[in-house]
């Protein structure tokens, strides 16, 4: 950047030096010390403990992060198709949720999926347990919602799907549909228009589909205590108790949040040699 | 350049907020050696403040609002979910509250680590209406740091309806008859201590092979799916919506909950509970101690208590509240206290006979109760 403009930049650039670089900087000095500020690498070996939950965290926000992926990519594409009236009104049904804070939400997720919430007092009243306990011989009250992995996983769909269909959706739109046409006359089927013309262009909405909603489906712990009840931890609430819990121990949860952090630069470090070649896929 | 110039510029901050963070610390302490019970200056230039730090739904709030008309003292009223919070906020030095109302074992901890400063008596007359049975407890043994604002049991709230049989034992929380539909309370020192009654251990115990075998149990139950999930305030919202049957929760809290759904009910199971004292207390480095030490006196009034107890249904340490609650309340709704439900309240002494206050544990058994509910949640 050789203009004379760069002092824009000065507002953003002495933000991301307060509240991103700066805290950054934080946790990695808490990460390596102890509660004296002593050097230690203490912190780090006790990680194996939580391979569990490291595990647990990664399987159900990748999970997560395909679901909005199938659900979204197919939305985003049809609308990107459609003409301006279905896009406003589809654009204005994926924003209306998020007018409305994401706790909120949540709580009212949860009052959907208790065992005696909203759904399962619909199952009921449409007769769905009685029908199931004459047919199979079984005695059910209730379907097993809330407090399981699966809840988890339908909150941070949720809560995330937005972010990844709307950077998918704005990737398709800008598609130059004189290449399409060209792929056509060169004798390419629809299948084989999206699979080498379409597919390809949208990666990078792809991609940053993929870390908006992975990486906050990794680090959660507001969905994870109120949907999945909390009594198997993940990464999210390993942390909140470091600091917020009895254990208190901000150097424990700083390294914890710390390698988090390092799994998911790799994994999108990774992910983005996939689109290589292709435009620049923003990352983070 | 540039993007070097940004990043000395950010380690210049990161190094400036925490070499702020030390000093901060470090004035701390001497300011507190030097412990006269001044905040002069505050309170002569006419803005006078008081930070407060509470429980949230722990007050009637129109108090706050009396206070400040009475005094002319702005109250800045914030909440904290639990005594673990509340400690990392203190220990975070991020917090400027003059008053706090932590539980018994807390303060204990809190007066160990030298964070409190010990009170003013003169200056809160109402200190002498408090019960003789809540001054000089454990936590303060010559009751130089504290003036008690509630007190209450811990207990099992059940609803009638999802359950067989009244409960009476602290087996009802490990028993796979209600499995799913058994909560557990999120926090460790309540969790393992109703596992160490059930065993017929104290709760003060250091021995680990008891809190280990404590902890078995919970993680068995847990792995039978008995828990549908860890809450504190979600309990509200699942036990008066009848989608859990059996919880490990506070007696106050229960008669608010009794409020939406009737057939909820609560018992201290008889192998014994915990009760405890939640008392204000001011901190070392408050800045505001002249108007802390006259919101402790206002709220240790007997109006004050009589209010809130009406309010938060948590039992006064007044005296003379406590005697007057039944009239009291009898006059503002026109008809008599359910005498069952004061004693839920305000448990008799025969109840608390059987109960046991928390004690501060010794730093290498709280690692091992935190250590232990991690691994519960692997």
């Given at each position: ?164 269909i709307l950077p998918i959706y704005s990737v398709i739109i800008k598609l130059d549909q004189s290449l399409l046409e060209a792929a056509r006359d060169l004798g390419a089927n629809s299948l084989g228009v999206f699979r080498k013309v379409i597919f390809p262009l ?83 | ?378």
């Open positions: 950047m050789k203009n004379n403009r760069s002092f824009l930049a000065i507002p953003y650039v002495v933000w991301m030096a307060l509240f991103v670089v700066a805290p950054i900087i934080m946790v990695v000095i808490y990460s390596f010390t102890t509660a004296d500020f002593s050097f230690t690498t203490d912190n780090f070996t006790r990680m194996g403990t939580f391979a569990v939950i490291f595990t647990r965290s990664f399987k159900l926000a990748i999970i997560a992060t395909l679901i909005c992926l199938l659900v979204g990519y197919p939305l985003a594409y049809a609308m990107a198709r459609e003409g301006k009236e279905f896009q406003r009104v589809a654009m204005l049904l994926i924003m209306l949720p998020m007018w409305v804070n994401f706790l909120l939400r949540t709580y009212a997720t949860m009052s959907i999926l208790e065992n005696n919430g909203i759904l399962n007092q619909l199952f009921s009243a449409i007769g769905l347990f009685d029908f199931l306990n004459n047919t199979m011989g079984t005695d059910i009250q209730y379907f097993r919602m809330i407090g399981t992995q699966g809840a988890v996983v339908l909150g941070m769909v949720y809560n995330y799907l937005p972010f990844m949208s990666l990078p909405g792809i991609l940053s589909g993929v870390t908006m909603v992975f990486v906050p489906s990794v680090s959660t712990f507001a969905i994870s205590r109120l949907l999945g009840g909390g009594i198997q931890m993940m990464l999210g609430d390993l942390i909140e108790q470091q600091f917020l819990g009895g254990a208190y121990n901000p150097h424990l949860g700083s390294a914890i949040a710390l390698v988090m952090m390092i799994i998911v630069v790799v994994c999108m470090w990774v992910m983005n040699h996939f689109g290589e070649g292709e435009e620049q896929a923003v990352m983070l | 350049m540039k993007r070097i110039a940004a990043l000395t510029l950010s380690c210049a901050l990161a190094a400036g907020l925490l070499l702020s963070g030390c000093s901060v610390e470090r004035v701390d302490n001497t300011g507190g050696s030097a412990e006269t019970p001044s905040g002069g200056n505050s309170s002569n230039d006419g803005n006078r403040v008081l930070n407060v730090c509470n429980w949230g739904e722990y007050i009637d709030l129109d108090l706050i609002t009396e206070f400040e008309e009475q005094t002319g003292i702005k109250v800045n009223y914030q909440t904290a979910e639990s005594n673990e919070a509340l400690y990392s906020v203190l220990k975070n030095g991020g917090a400027n509250y003059d008053v706090i109302c932590p539980s018994d074992y807390m303060i204990s901890q809190l007066i160990e680590e030298d964070m409190l400063q010990p009170l003013d008596y003169s200056k809160i007359p109402n200190f002498e209406k408090i019960d003789d049975r809540f001054k000089n407890l454990s936590y303060d043994p010559e009751n130089l740091y504290t003036v008690p604002y509630t007190w209450g049991t811990l207990g099992i709230i059940y609803n009638t309806t999802m359950v067989d049989g009244p409960i009476t034992s602290w087996s009802a929380m490990f028993d796979e008859a209600n499995a799913g539909n058994v909560l557990l309370i999120n926090n460790s020192r309540d969790a393992f201590g109703m596992a160490l009654y059930y065993l017929g251990y104290s709760v003060n115990t250091t021995d680990e092979a008891q809190i280990r075998e404590a902890y078995q149990l919970i993680a068995d139950a847990a792995s039978k799916g008995v828990y549908q999930g860890k809450v504190m305030d979600e309990v509200f919202l699942k036990m008066e919506g009848g989608n859990a049957a059996v919880a490990t929760y506070y007696a106050g809290d229960y008669l608010t909950m009794l409020e939406s759904n009737p057939d909820l009910a609560y018992v201290v199971p008889e192998e014994g509970s915990n009760w405890f004292v939640d008392a204000m207390c001011i901190l070392k480095d408050a800045q505001n101690v002249e108007e802390a030490h006259e919101w402790i006196n206002f709220l240790a009034s007997t109006e004050s208590n009589l209010r809130n107890m009406d309010y938060i249904w948590y039992a006064s340490p007044n005296a003379e509240a406590l005697e007057q609650y039944p009239a009291y309340y009898e006059e503002t709704y026109g008809e008599p206290l359910d005498m069952e439900l004061y004693e839920i309240m305000a448990a008799p002494q025969e109840v608390l006979d059987r109960c046991e206050a928390y004690l501060v544990l010794p730093e290498e058994t709280r690692t091992l109760y935190n250590d232990l509910w991690i691994e519960l949640g692997l």
